[in-house]
T-cell receptor, first 112, second 115 residues
Framework: DGGITQSPKYLFRKEGQNVTLSCEQN?????MYWYRQDPGQGLRLIYYSQIVNDFQKGDIAEGYSVSREKKESFPLTVTSAQKNPTAFYLCASSIVAWQPQHFGDGTRLSIL | AQTVTQSQPEMSVQEAETVTLSCTYD???????LFWYKQPPSRQMILVIR??????QNATENRFSVNFQKAAKSFSLKISDSQLGDAAMYFC????????????FGAGTILRVKS
């Protein structure tokens, strides 16, 4: 079945560490997105990519980095510069940028 | 910048009854799309319904329908014959124009369904 796979489901980070969240899709979608969700808030866009080897910052990109070397993969790195990384992270994709987005199951990141 | 406001943090409905979730938005654009997403306890985001701003007819998907009032910038979701499986967090979202690529989300409404 086609879908979006995020791994791991739970991730723990020590202070000063970089961690990478994985997002893979087999839907042949061109566009991919990363969102952050905090309690009591809606989703906020971190980064998005419309095509391979291209990506743009969203509303809260500081402290995060991404790459898009393959169509099916859009990993998100949470760097040590992100001072409040504890959140739920959701990856999404769409056929092209302006079509409805489909979401993965998310990764919960916590600080040890 | 566009904003989306959901003024009801929580709502409750009796099973088999109807409930309406409110959403208002602020934009200066005339071409945009509006969405309702459902997030059950599994945390996966599921698209419930979408509305194109240029369409006057309200979108409907089975038990889910919207009341789209463009002049008032209001986009409410009506759930008819509520079921236990409808219990979730519901998010209203906005996207600019035909080629817009960014979703702006409201803070969400928790819907509880009583048996």
């Amino acid at each position: 079945d086609g879908g979006i796979t995020q791994s791991p489901k739970y991730l723990f980070r020590k202070e000063g560490q970089n961690v990478t969240l994985s997002c893979e899709q087999n839907l042949n979608h061109d566009a991919m997105y990363w969102y952050r969700q905090d309690p009591g808030q809606g989703l906020r866009l971190i980064y998005y990519s419309q095509i391979v080897n291209d990506f743009q910052k969203g509303d809260i990109a500081e402290g995060y980095s991404v790459s898009r070397e393959k169509k099916e993969s859009f990993p998100l790195t949470v760097t040590s510069a992100q001072k409040n990384p504890t959140a739920f992270y959701l990856c999404a994709s769409s056929i092209v940028a302006w079509q409805p987005q489909h979401f993965g199951d998310g990764t919960r990141l916590s600080i040890l | 910048a566009q904003t989306v406001t959901q003024s009801q943090p929580e709502m409750s409905v009796q099973e088999a009854e109807t409930v309406t979730l409110s959403c208002t938005y602020d934009t200066s654009e005339s071409d945009y799309y509006l969405f309702w997403y459902k997030q059950p306890p599994s945390r996966q985001m599921i698209l419930v319904i979408r509305q194109e701003a240029y369409k006057q007819q309200n979108a409907t998907e089975n038990r889910f329908s919207v009341n789209f009032q463009k002049a008032a910038k209001s986009f409410s979701l009506k759930i008819s014959d509520s079921q236990l499986g409808d219990a979730a967090m519901y998010f209203c979202a906005y996207r600019s124009g035909e080629y817009g690529n960014k979703l702006v989300f409201g803070a969400g409404t928790i819907l509880r369904v009583k048996s």
